[in-house]
């Protein structure tokens, strides 16, 4: 027969095990768990995140809106920082083929991400977010009286375009083509923002570039709108790398460029929607 001091162990022991049916299982030893870090996003949810460090390659024109986009995205991921390379779409495709170390790629233009892509660089397919279109740049008030792509032919005005490896540079080859109008450059720049300095600084009487580097200049050039520019609209597509040093975190930020947060930042920069 059971002693007293006997039944109370057994209920002690009872109680003990009923107590712990409600708490969360101990992992089996051997088998890690995971602690998620959560953080509030841009949108205002709350998410898993992953941290550390990532590379952007990024395209020229994309300079000041991905800074912007960088620093909101280390903001609502604490832990978190990103690093950018902006160079021509082509140049930055180039030294991603040789190896450079990169997580995302962002290109001005969908032909630079298939170089990429066909050489099984890219993990998954790429993803449009923004389109741009080409704008004269001119000197503020417009002192040469630039009204459309035609007065870029004007004997003695000096013209700078991007070389048509570039995005801009192919966007100005096809507004050419559109139009039948042949431009003579008195140099053609391996960037958009190259193009956009030689005008600011008073070296280019005329510039093409982006509206969105027209509008990101501050008033250091004024931007003269033509109609063949509709013939010529680059479509940017972003991509994790394959070889990408953190893809977790990669992810994340290629789903904030593409998110509504993200998309608002480029829609005030004069980006279109993909």
């Given at each position: 027969?059971?002693?007293?001091?006997?039944?109370?162990?057994?209920?002690?022991?009872?109680?003990?095990?009923?107590?712990?049916?409600?708490?969360?299982?101990?992992?089996?030893?051997?088998?890690?768990?995971?602690?998620?870090?959560?953080?509030?996003?841009?949108?205002?949810?709350?998410?898993?995140?992953?941290?550390?460090?990532?590379?952007?390659?990024?395209?020229?024109?994309?300079?000041?809106?991905?800074?912007?986009?960088?620093?909101?995205?280390?903001?609502?991921?604490?832990?978190?920082?990103?690093?950018?390379?902006?160079?021509?779409?082509?140049?930055?495709?180039?030294?991603?083929?040789?190896?450079?170390?990169?997580?995302?790629?962002?290109?001005?233009?969908?032909?630079?991400?298939?170089?990429?892509?066909?050489a099984g660089l890219v993990d998954g397919a790429p993803r449009a977010f923004a389109?741009?279109?080409?704008?004269?740049?001119?000197?503020?008030?417009?002192?040469?009286?630039?009204?459309?792509?035609?007065?870029?032919?004007?004997?003695?005005?000096?013209?700078?375009?991007?070389?048509?490896?570039?995005?801009?540079?192919?966007?100005?080859?096809?507004?050419?083509?559109?139009?039948?109008?042949?431009?003579?450059?008195?140099?053609?720049?391996?960037?958009?923002?190259?193009?956009?300095?030689?005008?600011?600084?008073?070296?280019?009487?005329?510039?093409?570039?982006?509206?969105?580097?027209?509008?990101?200049?501050?008033?250091?050039?004024?931007?003269?709108?033509?109609?063949?520019?509709?013939?010529?609209?680059?479509?940017?597509?972003?991509?994790?790398?394959?070889?990408?040093?953190?893809?977790?975190?990669?992810?994340?930020?290629?789903?904030?460029?593409?998110?509504?947060?993200?998309?608002?930042?480029?829609?005030?920069?004069?980006?279109?929607?993909?």
């Amino acid at each position: 027969m059971r002693t007293p001091a006997l039944s109370i162990v057994a209920l002690a022991a009872a109680l003990a095990l009923t107590g712990c049916s409600g708490a969360q299982a101990t992992a089996p030893i051997g088998v890690a768990t995971k602690t998620p870090g959560a953080t509030k996003t841009a949108g205002g949810t709350t998410t898993d995140t992953a941290t550390g460090s990532i590379t952007v390659f990024a395209a020229a024109s994309l300079q000041q809106t991905f800074t912007t986009l960088g620093d909101r995205f280390e903001h609502d991921h604490p832990g978190t920082t990103v690093r950018f390379s902006f160079a021509g779409s082509s140049d930055l495709a180039t030294q991603i083929e040789n190896g450079a170390p990169a997580d995302v790629f962002a290109s001005a233009d969908e032909a630079n991400m298939r170089k990429v892509s066909a050489a099984g660089l890219v993990d998954g397919a790429p993803r449009a977010f923004a389109t741009n279109v080409l704008e004269i740049a001119v000197a503020p008030g417009n002192p040469h009286h630039v009204e459309d792509l035609r007065d870029l032919t004007a004997s003695g005005l000096q013209v700078v375009t991007c070389a048509a490896p570039v995005p801009c540079g192919a966007a100005t080859t096809k507004v050419e083509q559109a139009s039948g109008i042949d431009l003579h450059p008195v140099s053609e720049e391996q960037s958009v923002t190259d193009v956009l300095g030689k005008v600011e600084s008073g070296q280019a009487d005329a510039g093409l570039v982006y509206v969105t580097d027209v509008a990101g200049s501050g008033g250091k050039v004024d931007g003269v709108r033509f109609d063949e520019s509709a013939e010529a609209v680059n479509t940017y597509p972003i991509g994790v790398l394959r070889d990408a040093g953190n893809p977790a975190l990669a992810d994340e930020f290629e789903a904030f460029v593409r998110s509504t947060a993200g998309q608002r930042v480029l829609a005030d920069a004069g980006f279109g929607k993909p």
